[in-house]
């Protein structure tokens, strides 16, 4: 049997461009992150909370909201970034419970979708915290910055309130 030279050299950097191909097409759901939250990711997610944060998703059952939930452990506790959306038959009506939540010092939020509110979302067991909740068209939103450091260098009151309204820029805007 002749043997042709050609063949075999063709044959395995044939091979090689296959193998290549083939793994160009895989890379990226090998680099995808198991975190998909439609409204923020965990990049943000993390400078929000002041260092890196891993990210869980609860997709939406029927009665309950898409649920992403971010948290950063620290050796002192922990910071969570919390995400709740609802599609709402009376987005309004929906809005006015939860707000109740709330209690007196809810204090409306300007440019961040529709009827949101800003209020504080301290627990004796989570520590201190800011929430805000809001809605574009029946979409109702909730957004919790919670810390259980004692005295957090990172995430104070004033530091809170700035970080919780840039995660509901941030989800408002990915909701429109």
């Not at 939103?141 to 259980?148: A, G, H, K, P, Y």
Request: charged content about 20%; hydrophobic content about 45%.
């Amino acid at each position: 049997m002749a043997s042709n030279p050609g063949a075999r050299i063709k044959s395995p950097r044939g091979w090689h461009i296959v193998l290549f191909a083939a793994c160009l097409m895989v890379a990226p759901a090998a680099a995808h992150a198991a975190n998909n939250c439609a409204w923020i990711n965990e990049a943000t997610a993390s400078g929000l909370l002041g260092g890196a944060a891993l990210g869980e998703v609860t997709p939406e059952v029927p009665g309950q909201p898409t649920v992403c939930t971010f948290t950063q452990m620290t050796d002192g506790g922990k910071r969570t970034l919390r995400i709740t959306v609802e599609i709402a038959a009376d987005p309004h009506a929906r809005l006015a419970a939860i707000e109740q939540g709330c209690g007196a010092d809810a204090a409306p939020l300007k440019a961040i979708g529709n009827e949101a509110l800003i209020c504080a979302a301290d627990d004796r067991k989570a520590g201190i915290g800011e929430r805000v909740l809001g809605r574009v068209r029946d979409q109702v939103f909730t957004i919790t910055i919670v810390s259980t450091l004692k005295n957090d260098p990172i995430l104070s009151r004033d530091i809170l309130k700035t970080r919780i309204y840039t995660a509901a820029e941030q989800v408002a805007g990915n909701l429109f």
